[in-house]
């Protein structure tokens, strides 16, 4: 605290972001990126970026990566905007769409940067509990309400809701803006971009960062009819208005064009995450549904606090998150399957 401060920082709760620990033959499952590199055409596009045309800037409307998300989800370039990681994507998503005369709904257990964004835009937020089974059930949301956002998957959880139960939150919300955070999309869920088409007041968000394996580029997106995506930009150039440089555009375009290594990728992805539930559940764990890059789970006879500081004791490092309901639980990013096998042997002298 300092008097220098504006005044609305000392009563901002910031994020807290999973750690980047710098240990040697760390086995990292704690931030949901993916185990494997990114593709190697996008690795050369970024490499033919740096070039002496670093001195100029970037393009400011991303014209070609939003040519190649426009033609790899069959919209047109003017519903596509762009930003520097989906969080920015989202940062602005709450300043243009979501703040309301009603409150903000989001569910309880789920990304806690909406809270953080909330705070931020002094947005008034309801946290709408998930069920006893850990999942959003949509009838919950039938409320008065200024605009929705969740995760679908949801994040932590994992747990997925069918292109269905999108299709009815978002008609049951006609006159609110319903936004829906497809980060862990591609690792086993129905995308709501096939409805944009069908709802002006649908916007869907999704990310480089874990099924494109490139979170270390910062490139995420959003799909919507013209009026949320000009809402957008007009926030974005009202405080950035390059937030994509140049490698970071020539590596998302090539990223997003390189359609064999993404099926692979996802796909080796989607077979070790049932293997890992798999050898979880034989130890006793209960591992919720997943459908993203991570599982979530908790053992009856071990307090998850405990076993995350055990794990990280053997250089194995999973997400904990101090906070009622689940505080027992680990969310453990799905690595390759030398790494899971390392989590399993640790979880074996532990349990
Ligand atoms: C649900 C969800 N949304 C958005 C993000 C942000 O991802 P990025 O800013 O890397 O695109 C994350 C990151 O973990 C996430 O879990």
């Known amino acids: 605290m300092s008097k220098l401060w504006s ?12 750690e980047q620990p710098r240990m040697a033959n760390l086995v990292k499952l704690n931030t949901n990126e993916s185990p494997y590199g990114p593709s190697e055409k996008a690795l050369e596009a970024i490499r033919a970026a740096a070039s002496t045309d670093l001195r100029l800037y970037p393009d400011p409307v991303a014209l070609g990566l939003r040519e190649a998300i426009a033609t790899r989800h069959a919209v047109s370039v003017g519903e596509v905007f ?5 969080d920015e994507v989202l940062a602005h998503t709450f300043a243009a769409l979501l703040k309301h005369d009603r409150p903000l709904l989001f569910p309880d257990i789920s990304y806690s940067f909406y809270t953080t964004y909330a705070g931020l835009f002094g947005i008034e937020a309801v946290e709408v509990p998930l069920d006893a089974a850990f999942r959003i059930d949509i009838a919950d949301y039938r409320r008065p309400s200024g605009a929705v956002i969740l995760p679908n998957p949801n994040a932590p959880t994992g747990i997925g809701l069918p292109l269905a139960e999108i299709e009815r939150l978002v008609a049951d919300h006609p006159d609110q803006p319903v936004v829906i955070d497809e980060a862990y999309i591609d690792f086993g869920g129905e995308s709501a971009i096939a409805l944009v088409p069908k709802y002006d007041n649908l916007l869907v968000v999704q990310t480089f960062s874990k099924s494109r394996a490139l979170a270390g580029l910062r490139v995420g997106f959003a799909i919507g009819q013209r009026p949320l995506i000009e809402a957008l930009e007009r926030v974005k150039d009202s405080f950035n208005s390059y937030p994509l440089g140049r490698a970071a555009q020539a590596g998302a375009t090539a990223a997003i064009e390189d359609e064999a290594w993404f099926e692979s990728t996802r796909g080796k992805i989607i077979s070790s995450r049932a293997k890992l539930a798999s050898e979880l559940e034989k130890r006793g764990f209960e591992v919720l549904p997943s459908q993203a890059n991570f599982v979530f789970a ?24 101090a906070k009622p309901r689940i505080a027992d639980f680990l969310r453990i990013t799905i690595g390759t399957d030398a790494e899971c096998a390392k989590l399993v042997a640790a979880l074996d002298e532990i349990l």
Do not use: C
């Not at 005044?7 to 999973?18: F, N, Q």
């Not at 762009?82 to 989906?86: L, R, T």
């Not at 908790?298 to 606090?305: E, N, V």
């Not at 004791?313 to 998150?321: D, N, S, Y």
């Open 7 to 18: 005044p609305i920082v000392a009563a901002l709760k910031p994020y807290v972001p999973g």
């Open 82 to 86: 762009v930003g520097n990681g989906s």
């Open 298 to 321: 908790r053992h009856p006879g071990h307090a998850g606090q405990t076993l995350a500081a055990k794990l990280r004791e053997r250089a194995v490092i999973v997400r904990h998150f």
